[in-house]
């Protein structure tokens, strides 16, 4: 099965991926095992020299890898841009704050030494939505591998020109081969990713239908799991509120990232005596 790149503004095809078949998802998966023994014992200082490097790479071609963004999901440039300058930002956030966040912690207790130590579980899939196709994979990449794990990505079939771009970047950057693995796989491929004995733990940001399905696999094979999933969020306007205020702010909480974000205002509830001059100035604001 081919994935397709498709620029949502002229609807045209850009590139096509071919799926991989279940051997090559096998040996990425092996691979990452592999790579993980020595990850794992690597410094921080190591790791974090390469995650700034990251953060070099992305500010210096935020303009490039930009375009990629709006050409697959359709926001404008400049979001686009903004985008990949935050992803700078986690990358060097984590790099610099890792050490500090996992460090081992003295517990007092009847015991003659007690503590809590954080150790690196293996190999992550992270299982990424399309509408911040750069923001999601980093802001769960940076601390995944700062804390040495190693990352398989499974992200939506329709930016796999980011997902792409993502690995180049980290390539680019020196991290290791098989640390991080973009894997180019349709959804029916994920149950077998999330079972095989390699892959630690689970991460999926999605609708509620797609996190039912990874939890029940996850829970079925006592994978860790972390998930962020869809709302439906409410934008409450009442008698008092200054309208103008709240047609501004109400415009951009509806529209932010072309209106594809999980906490974009979904639902309008205006006050009854208010609610005519609301809609009349809020149209007026999309226009």
């Not at 040996?27 to 990452?32: G, P």
């Not at 790099?95 to 500090?100: F, L, Q, R």
């Amino acid at each position: 099965m081919a994935l397709k790149s498709i620029n949502p503004f002229t609807n045209k095809l850009i590139k096509e991926f071919k799926s991989l078949t279940d051997e090559q998802i096998n040996d990425a998966i092996l691979k990452s095992a592999v790579a993980f023994d020595e990850w794992k014992k690597t410094t921080f200082e190591h790791r974090k020299k390469l995650m700034l490097k990251v953060a070099d790479i992305l500010k210096e071609n935020s303009k490039t890898l930009g375009k990629s963004i709006t050409e697959e999901m359709g926001k404008p440039i400049t979001e686009s841009k903004a985008e990949i300058e935050k992803c700078a930002w986690v990358c060097e956030h984590y790099a610099n704050d890792a050490e500090v966040l996992l460090h081992r912690e003295a517990i007092a207790a009847d015991a003659h030494l007690s503590f809590v130590q954080y150790e690196p579980l293996g190999t992550i899939l992270g299982i990424m939505p399309w509408n911040f196709p750069f923001w999601q994979v980093f802001r769960f990449i940076a601390p995944t591998l700062m804390a040495g794990n190693v990352v398989l990505l499974k992200h939506a079939s329709n930016v796999q020109i980011c997902a792409e771009a993502i690995r180049n970047t980290l390539e680019q950057a020196g991290f290791p081969k098989g640390v991080f693995q973009n894997l180019v796989i349709g959804s029916d491929k994920v149950k077998q990713v999330i079972e095989h004995d390699a892959v630690k733990a689970v991460t999926l940001t999605g609708s509620e239908a797609a996190g039912k399905s990874v939890a029940a696999i996850a829970g079925q094979n006592l994978k860790k799991t972390v998930l962020e999933l869809g709302g439906n969020n409410s934008f409450i306007v009442l008698e008092d509120a200054d309208i103008d205020k709240a047609v501004d702010i109400g415009a951009r909480a509806r529209l932010q990232n072309a209106g594809q974000s999980c906490i974009a205002a979904k639902r309008f509830i205006v006050h009854e005596k208010i609610a005519e001059k609301f809609i009349e100035k809020f149209q007026l604001k999309l226009r």
